[in-house]
């Protein structure tokens, strides 16, 4: 079983929608989660960390469910501009980060 | 802060050449992180420093894959000879201590091997 699992989409949403992404780890005692964005052919670059108690930034919100072993992301207001590959991170222990592959949003005029 | 500095920004390749990537980390990190990204693959791990001592290399491909750490500032990853299937891009990240904060990754190295 993958560490992270994640929908790989796509997403194609009209603009000012509301979009959600899930994605599932498999470790329990993980500890760290994030949300990371990647443009076409670019690093991938940190969007949030997850906090227990769910945390948003602007149009964005995270959420993480210890119980079900799962994060999420939405996106409100989609902009043309968030149109990106969306990877979720745990960290179960120590340093080594484990990454999603990655979920596709194109958003639409 | 520049950031993680990786180069060459794109390496084009025969096969059955060496190549060597290489890669500055963000002064004052401590643990050095080397990935392989391919569209079938995703992001795969392939071996990480902490205080310039390999960690674990358990994602190193094969014996044609070396890393090395020389100093807290510098990094390589060695491929010879290098294979076809070597193509993807290759990127470095670092991060402080626990990796609260999340990885910082540099911008990759396109590498082509024909």
């Known amino acids: 079983r993958k560490e992270v699992e994640q929908d790989p989409g796509p997403f194609n949403v009209p603009e000012g929608a509301t979009v959600a992404f899930n994605c599932t780890y498999s470790?329990?005692?993980?500890?760290?989660f994030f949300w990371y964005r990647q443009d076409c052919r670019k690093e991938p670059k940190l969007l949030m960390s997850?906090?227990?108690s769910g945390n948003e930034d602007g149009r964005f919100t995270a959420q993480l469910n210890r119980a079900s072993q799962y994060i999420s992301l939405l996106i409100r207001d989609s902009k043309l501009s968030d149109s990106a590959t969306y990877l979720c991170?745990?960290?179960?222990?120590?340093?080594?980060?484990?990454f999603g592959t990655g979920t596709s949003l194109t958003v639409i005029p | 802060d520049a950031g993680v500095i990786q180069s060459p920004r794109h390496e084009v390749t025969e096969m059955g050449q060496e190549v060597t990537l290489r890669c500055k980390p963000i002064?004052?990190?401590?643990?050095l992180f080397w990935y392989r990204q391919t569209m079938m693959r995703g992001l795969e791990l392939l071996i990480y420093?902490?205080?310039?001592?390999?960690?674990?290399d358990s994602g190193m491909p094969e014996d044609r894959f070396s890393a090395k750490m020389p100093n807290a500032s510098f990094s390589t990853l060695k491929i010879q000879p290098s294979e076809p299937r070597d193509s993807a891009v290759y990127f470095c990240?670092?991060?402080?201590?626990?990796?609260?904060?999340?990885?910082?990754f540099g911008s990759g190295t396109r590498l082509t091997v024909v």
């Open positions: 997850v906090y227990s």
């Open positions: 470790n329990s005692a993980s500890q760290s």
């Open positions: 990240a670092s991060t402080l201590g626990t990796g609260f904060y999340g990885y910082t």
């Open positions: 002064s004052g990190h401590d643990y």
């Open positions: 991170v745990v960290n179960p222990l120590g340093n080594q980060f484990y």
């Open positions: 420093f902490n205080n310039n001592v390999p960690i674990d």
